[in-house]
């Protein structure tokens, strides 16, 4: 380990770091920007041209904000929580490769921060450990509502994990590996989400679930429970939890991106390395907008479905994708793998499109 | 190797406050924080001796998910404040004498063997690697791995059905 | 009719021989009965004779007389003209049986008129106060209450003009002098009882514990009085097991001014501007029941083209707040403003006709005692046409096709809150809530008012009685306002726009009246009593939004804690009326 080389991680570290702080405020921008478009609206555009300024008049704003701590609450896990959901939402992309290879002051620089053979594990593992943040700001704020909200975000980050966990198994068969940059590299000739539609659609819905956005952002359902976990808090510690959010809505793009769209391969690439994180963000984006989106589009689901949906719905359906994806490798018969998966997608829609319209006209007096 | 050493011994400290923590501190939710600590720091020991696979999943599955479950039974049942127990005579005995066993077993291992820490690099690379776990679990170990599964899905289902309503 | 009302006097004075007698004073109609036939009476009336529906549940201090009145309004569910009935009690103790236990609708309303006239419902099962607060010194709606720094009895007042010149009352009322305690009342240490009774109202749920015999605790929740979806400042206290509802208590007032004390002091067009400020989303409906209300007593017709203007401003009123109800039911939902914002498009440019017509875009005191204040301005009926048989019908259809068939909305709303239709009348529910539950009452068709017989639509009725109905019933009212409006500006004639000369002081016989109109909420109704001065000596509303809160502890236990705002959206309320 050179001195070089420690330099190198050190500088990457932050730009990642810094690139996703910039992410996070003007992904907010862009939220509110697309949701004003959407809303027949014209969304913030005071703050500088087109509103570009917001983000800073924002934090600002928050940073000047009058910090409290309620007294009945428990200081030191108050303090604690908002730092503790921060961290796994920096930390999540350490693995996640960027672009290929470039050379810069002739030095070959490789786009990627670390690439642990366990990629995807490393994903997970961070991921599980980011409920805490929530669960602790719940429990420590000594608020019903806080608590409720810590409560339900466990238990739906638990139950959504399954999924999500079990929606990385067909990237990894694919490619054999557990490293992303093995699996970006496996996608050259063809993206995965080609052979695993159901997969990525279930990875997405789980996403959404994980990062608690609209339609399953129960913890914070302000109809319900005023603001969920985050009740009591204000100033920069709220803005962590916001900071937290918006994130991992990048990071859990970045990474859908690299498991079922390539990754930052696109066109021109192999010529251009530099190119890579180019067509990553453009990925990115295009997701983010999706997620933004569905929020302006879809009333929230109540709890207690949105638990049905991920035990009974989401999750025995990621197993039948893992289970006709090892069935189209072992036949290495690839091209059977999304005919099969949709077939058993779509099936089940029916079925529970049916039974659905049965329960609802049950009752008539 | 010294930076190993020094590492070492720094998690080794935590590793080691931190279980106190947990044993001495009056709040249940405290207690659980520092078990997390300490589950996160062996993952770290797990990375130094070349073994991601098993660090990770050791996070995975031990801080993030059995003491999420943990946490939740905790504050479902709002009983942070742990107050004085009391428990059958026979405990506290038995926990002294289980305690003195695993101390003793403790310095034999310490005493009897040699290079009490192995070093990274005489690890086999495959070591505690996916491929190995995955190998060691469906052909040798395939029936305690199956039986182990049967015996958690039959504490689930008990669980749902002692808590089921009879309505 | 007449020939009805005679049958009905016969056999009620048959049935309770000595009990009850007809209202024979000048201006009155309805029957006295004594209170401890009342429970009696009001079961022969609901079983016998059809009379299922109690609507309005009120008091009156005669002070001059020595005595105090409660009045009941009773309707059929089929249709028809009230039956009312009042108990006469003495000042000094009033108390009179409870009817919740044969009209649960009661329930609210019996404790308004106890909070406001200390009239104590013997049997009531939860008899607080409800919109005041516990510390409240004695029932401000008896006469003889009189407020800190009372004035006069009645507006104008004389000592604000001392010598021509204005005194505000600042001036005299100084900041921190102004409010009086109870005697022995201390501030700073009175801890209030609110909670504890409220809770205490929760607490039967114990037994629930007891039988399953396992023990569990409940949380108590509050949802307000700061809350995101409350609609304002309105509190619920729940009992929520995980996150089931297994009980429930509305707590209100915070809004409360007690309109009813100053209506009483003002004259009677001053209180027209006042009505608005009820339900501050239909101010219009709201002058069509007052005025309706004074022109019965003062027994005149309005204008044959205000009559029309009237329907017209109050259809258009109804798809207002129908529109603003859809959108904020969606946000209930979760739906993050974007129905509310395509919702409040259309309903802007149905302000925007208020504001050209009224000059006002929500307090639009625009209705008068024989007519309406103006008439349509230059090139206003062309703007009318062009929503009414254009842009409308196709925003609407258009919402309609987003929002009914989304899996979400159906899977939060089907059989979520369901009210059966013998509950919703029981209970006394009115409008939107009653019609969703299969009950096709609707007080335009049911005891037609101003020219609804002359137009041709349906009411609105659904059967299901759940969350998802009460949302769809709101497009069908809609579309069926489009069609009295089309219809309404195709016939309106020309002419003037008030009948008889305008007149700041209305001349309003002694007497008593009872005006109803369908309000977008629900019946509306106004108990106006004159006693042939220039203020009405009792005025009495009966607010949809506070009745149809009766319901909502039935409506809510045993769903879940995110439907319970589904249901309380559903049944929209607005807090300026609940708590008034």
């Excluded at chain 1, 207690?304 to 949906?309: E, G, H, S, V």
């Excluded at chain 3, 003209?81 to 009033?94: D, F, G, H, M, T």
Aim: net charge neutral; charged share 20%.
């Amino acid at each position: 380990m050179t001195t070089g080389s420690v330099w190198e991680w050190i500088i990457k570290s932050v730009v990642i770091v810094f690139g996703l702080l910039t992410g996070f405020a003007y992904l907010t921008l862009l939220e509110r920007k697309v949701l004003a478009k959407i809303q027949v609206r014209i969304g913030p555009n005071r703050a500088g041209p087109m509103g570009l300024f917001q983000p800073l008049a924002d934090a600002i704003k928050l940073i000047f904000k009058e910090e409290i701590i309620p007294s009945r609450a428990d200081k030191i896990i108050f303090v604690l929580a908002p730092i503790i959901t921060v961290i796994p939402a920096l930390i999540i992309l350490g693995v996640l490769p960027f672009g290929g290879i470039i050379t810069l002051f002739g030095r070959q620089i490789s786009l990627s921060l670390a690439d642990l053979n366990v990629g995807v594990l490393y994903i997970t593992a961070i991921a599980s450990i980011s409920i805490y943040g929530i669960v602790l700001a719940g429990w420590s704020s000594n608020n019903k509502y806080a608590m409720l909200g810590g409560i339900r975000s466990s238990a739906q980050m638990i139950s959504y994990e399954l999924a999500l966990g079990l929606s990385f198994i067909g990237p990894i068969l694919l490619s054999g590996s557990m490293s992303l940059h093995d699996i970006v590299a496996a996608q050259k000739p063809l993206w995965f989400v080609v052979y695993q539609p159901v997969g990525a659609l279930i990875f997405w819905i789980a996403t959404l679930a994980e990062v608690n956005r609209a339609p399953f952002d129960m913890p914070e359902a302000e109809q319900e429970l005023t603001a969920g976990y985050h009740t009591e808090y204000s100033g920069m510690k709220f803005a962590l939890f916001f900071m937290a959010e918006y994130i991992k809505m990048i990071a859990v793009s970045a990474i859908a991106a690299t498991l079922f769209f390539g990754g930052y391969r696109f066109v021109l690439e192999d010529q251009y390395p530099i190119l890579g994180p180019v067509w990553l963000l453009g990925k990115v984006i295009v997701l983010l907008f999706g997620m933004i989106w569905v929020r302006a589009t879809l009333p929230r689901i109540r709890y207690d479905r949105l638990m049905a949906f991920g035990w009974k719905f989401l999750f025995p359906l990621a197993l039948a994708n893992v289970f006709f994806t090892a069935i189209g490798i072992v036949l290495e018969k690839l091209w059977l793998i999304p005919l099969l998966t949709i077939a058993v997608f779509l099936g089940a829609v029916v079925m529970v499109g049916i039974s659905e319209t049965r329960r609802w006209r049950s009752h008539v007096f | 190797m010294t930076l190993n050493y020094a590492l070492f011994f720094i998690l080794a400290a935590i590793a080691i406050a931190s279980a106190l923590g947990m044993l001495l501190s009056k709040n249940a939710v405290y207690s659980a924080l520092f078990l997390i600590l300490n589950f996160n720091v062996v993952a770290i020991f797990y990375v130094l001796l070349n073994a991601p696979f098993i660090a990770l999943t050791q996070i995975t599955v031990y801080a993030g998910a059995i003491m999420v479950l943990f946490l939740f039974v905790i504050m479902l049942l709002g009983a942070e404040q742990t107050g004085r127990i009391s428990s059958a005579r026979w405990v506290k005995p038995a926990a002294y004498s289980l305690g003195i066993i695993l101390i003793s077993e403790i310095l034999y291992i310490i005493f009897a063997q040699t290079g009490v820490i192995p070093d990274a690099a005489s690890i086999a690379a495959e070591f505690g690697s996916p491929v190995t776990v995955g190998k060691a679990l469906f052909s040798r170990y395939l029936l305690p791995f199956e039986a182990t599964s049967v015996l958690l899905i039959a504490s689930m289902i008990g669980a749902i059905v002692l808590t089921k309503r009879k309505s | 009719m007449t020939q009805q009302l005679t049958t009905i006097t016969e056999t009620l004075v048959e049935r309770f021989p000595g009990a009850v007698l007809k209202d024979e004073r000048p201006g009155y109609e309805g029957y006295l009965v004594s209170a401890e036939n009342l429970p009696e009476i009001a079961q022969f009336l609901r079983d016998q004779m059809g009379y299922d529906y109690l609507s309005s549940v009120t008091g009156v201090d005669y002070l001059p007389e020595g005595k105090m009145e409660t009045v009941y309004h009773f309707f059929r569910s089929t249709g028809g003209s009230a039956l009312e009935l009042k108990v006469s009690l003495p000042r000094e103790n009033p108390v009179v049986p409870s009817l919740v236990s044969i009209f649960p609708g009661a329930e609210l309303q019996e404790r308004e008129t106890y909070d406001l006239l200390g009239i104590i419902f013997d049997g009531h099962p939860d008899l607080r106060r409800i919109l005041l607060w516990d510390g409240f010194d004695g029932h401000p709606l008896r006469k003889d209450w009189q407020e800190p720094y009372y004035e006069e009895e009645a507006k104008p007042f004389k000592s604000r003009w001392p010598e021509g010149r204005a005194i505000r009352v600042e001036e005299k009322n100084i900041f921190k002098k102004n409010v009086k305690y109870p005697a022995g009342f201390d501030p700073e240490t009175f801890t209030p009882e609110g909670d504890t009774s409220l809770f205490a109202s929760l607490d039967k749920l114990k037994r629930h514990d007891e039988e399953s015999g396992m023990k569990s605790d409940h949380i108590i929740i509050n949802f307000g009085p700061q809350h995101t979806s409350t609609h304002g400042v309105f509190r619920m206290a729940a009992a929520v097991e995980g996150e089931t509802i297994i009980g429930l208590k509305p707590a209100m007032g915070y809004l409360h001014r007690n309109h009813e004390k100053i209506a009483e002091r003002n004259t009677y067009l001053m209180n027209m501007p006042y009505t608005d400020r009820l339900d501050y989303l239909s101010p219009l409906s709201n002058n069509f029941g007052y005025a309706i209300a004074v022109e019965k007593l003062m027994g005149i017709q309005p204008a044959e083209r205000a009559e029309y203007l009237r329907v017209i401003m109050a259809e258009f009123t109804r798809i207002s707040n129908h529109l603003f109800l859809i959108g904020s039911l969606l946000n209930d939902l979760g739906a993050y403003f974007t129905p509310m914002l395509y919702a409040l498009e259309e309903r802007e440019l149905i302000l925007d006709v208020f504001e050209a017509v009224t000059g006002s875009r929500m307090m639009c005191n625009y209705f008068r005692f024989g007519g309406v204040a103006r008439d349509l301005p230059e090139g206003q009926l062309q703007k009318i046409k062009d929503l009414a048989f254009d842009r409308l019908p196709r925003k609407i259809d258009e919402m309609d096709r987003f929002l009914t068939e989304s899996e979400i909305i159906r899977a939060r709303g089907v059989g979520v809150g369901v009210l059966t239709p013998e509950e919703a009348i029981a209970y006394s529910t009115c409008g939107p809530v009653l019609r969703a539950s299969g009950v096709p009452y609707d007080v335009r068709r049911a005891d037609p008012y101003s020219i609804y017989e002359r137009f041709d639509f349906d009411v609105a009725v659904r059967y299901h009685g759940d969350v998802y109905d009460r949302f769809l019933l709101r497009f069908d009212e809609i579309r069926q306002s489009i069609r009295i409006i089309q219809q309404a500006v195709r016939d309106m004639p020309e002419g003037p726009v008030q009948s008889g000369k305008p007149q700041y002081q209305a001349k309003v016989p002694a007497g008593e009246a009872y005006g109803r109109v369908e309000g977008p909420k629900g019946e509306l109704g106004y108990y106006v009593v004159s006693n042939g001065k220039p203020n009405p000596w009792r005025y009495h509303v009966r607010a949809p939004s506070f009745i149809n809160l009766t319901a909502l502890e039935k409506l809510c236990v045993g769903n879940k804690v995110a439907d319970v705002f589904a249901i309380l959206g559903s049944i929209d309320i607005v807090l300026g009326e609940t708590d008034r």
